[in-house]
């Protein structure tokens, strides 16, 4: 099983980013996936989550109205579009089925 992560970086207030997950190893379109998210003083967080084979999406109160997860089952992808940044959502974001997790991929918002 591998998931990776990728499209992180550095973003002023306000603005935008695209993440993915490329995922293989497992049958992902019949598993739910999630993003979390970590920092040092904070600990893991859950971000949001997407169903199968529904696609029901669910999110945290934090990211609620600004975040959407969404997946492309042909193509194995997962990705979450960031908009509204805001400092605090600054982490390491990772994807998971919850067995296995990616490396991650860093965000930092900052003016």
């Known amino acids: 099983v591998q998931l990776r992560e990728s499209g992180g970086g550095l973003v002023q207030p306000g603005g935008s980013l695209r993440l993915s997950c490329a995922a293989s190893g497992f049958s992902f379109r019949t598993h739910t996936m999630y993003w979390y998210r970590q920092t040092p003083g904070k600990g893991r967080e859950w971000v949001a989550t997407i169903t199968s084979p529904s696609h029901s999406t669910n999110y945290a109160d934090s990211v609620k109205g600004r975040f959407t997860i969404s997946r492309d089952d042909a193509k194995m992808m997962l990705y979450l579009e960031m908009n509204n940044l805001k400092p605090e959502d600054s982490a390491v974001y990772y994807c998971?089925?919850?067995?296995?997790w990616g490396q991650g991929t860093q965000v930092t918002v900052s003016s």
């Open positions: 998971t089925e919850e067995t296995y």
